[in-house]
């Protein structure tokens, strides 16, 4: 059982024995594309982070942004509105990327990839600001440093059309 309350400055001193869990591996029918999305997302946390039952969830939001990254390539090659014998209508890939983004926010919030999703409502209250705040970045030009993100959640995407597209 873990202990309540704060910790002794003894109990701080220690330092815990690194993991001996080996990484998961994706599963074999994942494209090459999501095997190393797969493999970011698991380097990038610590060992112990997935438990077997969380596999299948981080199975299903490689996959929606795999399809997501389909959809977008497909509706960026073909455009937005497509003709049929009706007229022209809304690209029936729209509905897909649609569903595979919320799919992909669903269980990437679940996983708690998201920073959003990791952060306790009661200690992001109490979390004091360094700096200019969100609105005041352009009158200052330091105010770019702040968006160097060094949280595990924005590197996933590195090496992605999505990390190129915004400078991840």
């Given amino acids: 059982m873990r202990?309540?309350?704060?910790?002794?400055?003894?109990?701080?001193a220690v330092v815990p024995l690194a993991s001996k869990r080996k990484l998961p591996e994706p599963p074999s029918d994942l494209p090459e594309s999501g095997a190393a999305l797969w493999k970011r997302?698991?380097?990038e946390l610590p060992p112990d982070r997935f438990r077997f039952a969380d596999l299948p969830l981080l199975e299903g939001y490689?996959?929606?942004v795999l399809l997501t990254d389909q959809a977008q390539e497909q509706l960026d090659a073909e455009g937005l509105i497509v003709e049929t014998r009706l007229?022209?209508?809304a690209h029936p890939m729209l509905a897909v990327l649609d569903s595979a983004?919320?799919?992909?926010a669903m269980l990437g919030t679940k996983l708690r990839l998201h920073p959003s999703s990791r952060m306790r409502p009661e200690s992001a209250s109490l979390q004091k600001t360094n700096g200019p705040r969100p609105w005041e970045f352009g009158a200052d030009p330091e105010g770019a440093k702040f968006f160097q993100d060094d949280d595990p959640g924005a590197r996933f995407f590195r090496g992605s059309s999505l990390a190129d597209k915004f400078g991840f």
């Fill in 101 to 104: 983004t919320k799919r992909a």
């Fill in 62 to 64: 490689v996959r929606a």
């Fill in 3 to 12: 202990q309540r309350g704060k910790k002794s400055a003894a109990a701080l």
């Fill in 87 to 89: 007229g022209p209508r």
């Fill in 41 to 43: 997302i698991v380097s």
